[in-house]
Every structure is written in C-alpha cells, then in structure tokens.
C-alpha cells in the first residue's frame, strides 16, 4: 500500500525555548498577555477533555469490536481524573491561553452525573473575564435523557456523531447495532432543550458510507443542522486503517456540490478545524476536515486531556505527559500552569504534516483513549 502524499507546509521554527526557560506568570500578569506559545508559534486555544475511556458503541473506524469486548479492560475508577481534578487542570489551561473547552471521550455521557461538570467548567472566565466556549461530543445515545439537564448546567454547544441515516449502515457502523431512530431521537431532544444549531460529525469511510454523504447533506440541511463530514484518520492502531478508505475532502466536497452547490467560507479565527462551505442559495453550510488530505498543523492550537490525566499535544501522539501525577503529588495552581506551559513551550509535533512511510508504524493512542 502507498502512503499518502502530502506536502509538508512550511513550518517555520523559532529557536528552540529550553523547558527551563519557561516562565509562566500570574494570572493578573496574563491578562495583558496572548497566552503561551510553542516551538511554531502555535498557541493553546483549546483543550478537549475526556471523562471517560468507555463507550457504549463499538464503532468498526474508532474501538472495534474485535479487539475492545467484554475482556478488554478500561481504566480503573483511581486512575480516571475527578471532576474537581479536572476543573483545576481545566483552570490551569484557561490561564494559558485556552478558550474553549470540549468535553468527549470514549462516550462522555455515560459518565455518572456529567451535568455536574459541566456546571462547574461553565463557571471558568478566561483571564479577561470572558466566558469560557464549552461543548460536548456525543454518539447522542443518552441525549433524550440528558440534553435538558446539560442544557440548564451550561452546556452551550453540541455535536452528535452520525455517520448515516440508512439504519442498516448505521448499525453495521456503531457495532453494537444500534439503531439510527434512537440518535434521532437524540439530535431532536437537544433541538428542544435549546441546542441551536446542533453540529453532525459524519466519518466518511469509503466501502462503508459514502453514498450516506447526499442523504445526510440533504437532511442535515432541512433541518437547520451543520454537517460536519470527517475525513477517515490512521488515528490509533486498532481501526487497520488504509489510505484507500479515505475519502479526500475534494471528492465529498464534490458529491455534494453536484446536487447542491456550495461556495467556501473564510476561516473564522486561526486553528478552526472545519474548511466551511456554504449553499449557494443561502440555507445553511457543511464543514470538511481534511486532517489526511489537507493537514492543518501549521494552526494546530489543541490540547487533549486524557480521562487519566495524561496530555497530549496532538492527535496522533505515541506518548503523553501525566498530569494526574503532578496534581495529587500537591502542585498549587502554579505548579501546574507552570508544568504545562513548559509542556506546551517544547511542542513540535506535525503528525499530519509528516504523514508518510515514516510515520506509519509510529506508536499512536487511540483516540478514544485520548478523547477525540
Ligand atoms: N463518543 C463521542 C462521539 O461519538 O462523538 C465522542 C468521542 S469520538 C472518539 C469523537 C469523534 O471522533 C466522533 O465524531 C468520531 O466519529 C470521530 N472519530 C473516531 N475515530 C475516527 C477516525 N478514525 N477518523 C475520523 N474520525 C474519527
């Protein structure tokens, strides 16, 4: 099999910052600072927070069945960050630049009493005094029985991963044969308790869905929802990834342009994820990641925070930083911003950019260890 071809963007590197060096100040000195920066100039802007490693699903492209059954052993309840662990890591990022926070998994809902964090992570300010943008990546499952209680704590925004409305697709996709009506369901509780617009990610993997890219273009369309279509990624190890399951980004792009033209959308801020594109007759717009075809290193401004307290600074890393172990070994709040910050200082990771036979057998996390 070949890799895949990519150009390497242009990175420029500034001279190396020793981990020393790193001076992480107070958070009255921050507010008339940008936030900290690593080795390319790339701040940290956003932390996704994983509260759990277990999902209800087995989806075939992310824990295949296979390989995570009934013996597959999760972490144990002592290693998994408390809600009051997490707030204070949260708080420790938010000092250093970030301004978003999503909270994911594994399947984040299934953790016990969730709504509670999410009302203490409402409560953060950014050092200036702005709220913090705060969000949720869900398989929408427990959505009917939770969206009005994560809605009332805080919640601001949502996403719902749905990768086909053909229910036997859908089934044969979540690996627990899950049925399409009930993340419908779903998607519908969180439009009635407020959630407005709801994002769908849509994983396009080719043999599998790809003729589910119109039937959901169309959909998600009608019902005022923003499409997000997913390039297939070699995160992990599990999944057996190959380059010619992927649909590039181009080609989705194409096949919905064909039946519903589309005109893209200038980038919103630096590092947002999506290329967006709107419809031609002004109702309403899909996003694309491209993380194979087009990768967006170069604004990378993403941290992830794993359920055990390990971060990573980026999605295909093969090792983290443990953080649970600074924390209960009784660093104050200095402490850990200032850990972080070298952390962050030292980052020169370009998976993506480097995406090669190289990279291939690289040890990687998978991503639902890590929080996706
Ligand atoms: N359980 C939640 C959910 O289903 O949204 C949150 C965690 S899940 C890992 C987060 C997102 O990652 C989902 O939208 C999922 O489809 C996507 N994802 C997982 N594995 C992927 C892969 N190999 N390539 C692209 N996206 C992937």
Redesign the pocket.
């Known amino acids: 099999m070949r890799s895949p071809i990519i150009a390497v963007d242009s990175l420029r590197k500034t001279s190396a910052m020793p981990a020393d060096a790193v001076s992480v100040p107070s958070p009255t000195t921050f507010d008339r600072r940008p936030g900290i920066v690593d080795q390319f100039e790339r701040p940290i802007r956003d932390l996704r927070i994983s509260v759990t490693d277990r999902?209800n699903?087995r989806?075939t492209?992310?824990m295949p069945r296979e390989i995570f059954g009934r013996d597959f052993e999760f972490l144990p309840k002592e290693m998994v960050l408390t809600f009051e662990e997490i707030v204070r890591l949260a708080k420790s990022f938010v000092v250093l630049g970030v301004e978003k926070l999503r909270i994911?998994?594994?399947?984040?809902l299934v953790r016990r009493d969730l709504p509670r964090l999410v009302e203490m992570l409402a409560e953060l300010r950014t050092p200036s005094g702005a709220e913090i943008d705060l969000t949720l990546?869900?398989?929408g499952s427990a959505l009917p029985a939770l969206a009005r209680q994560l809605r009332t704590a805080g919640l601001r925004r949502l996403?719902?991963?749905l990768?086909s409305l053909d229910d036997d697709v859908f089934r044969a996709m979540n690996g627990v044969d899950y049925p399409v009506a009930k993340v419908l369901a779903g998607i519908h509780a969180a439009r009635a308790a407020g959630f407005d617009p709801v994002k769908i990610?849509m994983?396009v993997r080719r043999g599998t869905n790809e003729t589910s890219i119109l039937p959901m273009a169309r959909w998600a369309r009608s019902k005022g929802l923003i499409l997000r279509l997913?390039?297939?990624?070699?995160?992990?190890h599990t999944?057996g990834?190959r380059l010619d399951e992927v649909v590039p980004a181009d080609e989705i792009v194409g096949t919905i342009d064909a039946e519903l033209p589309v005109e893209p959308i200038a980038a919103q801020y630096r590092g947002e994820v999506a290329n967006r594109w709107r419809y031609r007759d002004g109702e309403g717009e899909i996003g694309v990641i491209a993380s194979v075809t087009q990768p967006f290193c170069g604004d990378c401004t993403r941290a992830r925070l794993s359920a055990d307290g390990r971060l990573y600074t980026c999605l295909f890393a093969g090792d983290g930083h443990d953080l649970r172990g600074v924390l209960r070994g009784g660093a104050d709040d200095e402490a850990l911003a200032q850990t972080i910050g070298a952390i962050w200082s030292r980052r020169d990771d370009r998976y993506s950019d480097l995406r090669s036979e190289a990279t291939a057998n690289l040890p990687r996390i998978e991503?639902?260890a890590m929080?996706?």
């Open positions: 999902c699903f989806c492209y992310c994911t998994g594994g399947e984040p990546t869900t398989n996403t719902v991963s990768d990610n994983v997913i390039e297939y990624m070699d995160v992990g999944n990834w991503m639902f929080g996706g």
